[in-house]
């Protein structure tokens, strides 16, 4: 029998999802809800024959024609439609964040507690290839215990959206949020230990300076540095330029402990590259006591890779979704506690960047 999902929001990120989907065995996309109408018309060809579609998500809802929900609607409407959806009592995937502030997550949190279906917060950058590996070979002790970890990303600057929501941090939750999110969950799984502390140095001196909508201008920071503590002495260090779409590497990743280094290195989307092609992503495993330095390519199918932009991680990540779905596994890997922590983190950095000074995790409870 297939797994039904019906998806709110069809935007961009809501479309890879359609894409993605698409792609799984005994899965589809049988009800969309979008109310901007060009959206629903590019969704419902994309998702094919059969699907209904709604420009208001509670009549989805109510419809009550799917198996499992996929929330990809903007940050900032996750809240109140979270609120409703709560209510179906079926598998959520929210797309990340899972609210633009860590009060409203606490409030989430709260309100699924007597909740039987699960929720899982679409950290999709856990699923990358090449991170994936990483993880692996970390797990298997190539380099001892993490004590240090390094993110760059160096990526083209936001990209257009229906109401140019993702302009304001308002509506985002502001950059540390809207993207880095990833960045800090990727941090806390692999340094194994809550973050206690942030310390941000941001702007925004490049992108969007010459944007105004409705006579409002565009205030999400473009680049910056952020350390972040963690409770088992660990650190983390994220380098973040949003006009940066000239790098080979969209993404390095470097986690370093007593035995060596590992490195996970992740190429531009091909839609962005020049040639239009994405090569294949690296991990580099350095072994300080044997001297060894292995270069692994990692390779992703094309069917997987033309579904999105994030390296095949949207496929992988529905896989095991699905897994839960059809009760194959009991919990999400990602669960809403992982969705607080990420956001807090990003909070932490937009306040920190604006006043200069190191936040204390606890400064946000």
Not at 163 to 187: I, P, Q, Y
């Amino acid at each position: 029998m297939s797994v039904r999902y019906g998806i709110i929001g069809t935007g961009m990120m809501g479309q890879e999802h359609i894409r993605n989907v698409a792609l799984l065995d005994g899965a589809r996309i049988s009800a969309i809800a979008d109310p901007d109408e060009g959206m629903r018309v590019e969704a419902a060809a994309l998702a094919g024959a059969g699907v209904e579609a709604y420009a208001d998500y509670r009549d989805l809802l109510s419809a009550d024609g799917f198996d499992a929900i996929i929330l990809a609607s903007p940050n900032d409407t996750h809240f109140a439609a979270l609120g409703d959806i709560l209510a179906s009592d079926k598998p959520i995937l929210c797309e990340k964040p899972l609210c633009t502030t860590s009060g409203q997550c606490r409030e989430i949190i709260a309100a699924a507690s007597a909740r039987r279906a699960p929720i899982w917060v679409a950290m999709e950058y856990r699923y990358m290839p090449p991170l994936a590996r990483l993880l692996e070979e970390l797990r298997a002790g190539a380099i001892g215990r993490p004590i240090m970890m390094a993110v760059r990303e160096h990526r083209y600057p936001f990209l257009p959206k229906v109401g140019d929501w993702n302009r304001f941090s308002a509506r985002t939750g502001g950059t540390m949020v809207e993207k880095c999110c990833h960045f800090w969950d990727l941090m806390r799984l692999t340094l194994d230990s809550d973050p206690v502390r942030v310390f941000a140095s941001a702007g925004m001196d490049h992108n969007h300076l010459d944007e105004s909508y409705d006579g409002v201008a565009p205030d999400i920071v473009d680049n910056g540095f952020v350390v972040v503590e963690f409770a088992n002495g660990a650190r983390g260090m994220l380098d973040l330029c949003m006009f940066g779409d000239g790098s080979h590497w969209q993404e390095v990743v470097s986690v370093t402990g007593p035995d060596g280094r590992l490195d996970a290195k992740v190429p531009r989307p091909a839609r962005f590259a020049r040639n239009g092609e994405e090569p294949p992503a690296q991990v580099v495993v350095s072994n300080r006591q044997s001297q060894r330095v292995e270069t692994h390519e990692i390779f992703i199918d094309e069917a997987i890779l033309s579904a999105g932009d994030h390296s095949g991680a949207t496929y992988y990540q529905h896989q095991k979704f699905l897994e839960m779905v059809r009760g194959n596994t009991t919990a999400p890997e990602v669960g809403l506690e992982d969705g607080l922590w990420s956001v807090l983190v990003g909070e932490a950095a937009e306040r920190s960047a604006k006043s200069g000074r190191a936040v204390e995790l606890d400064e946000l409870s």
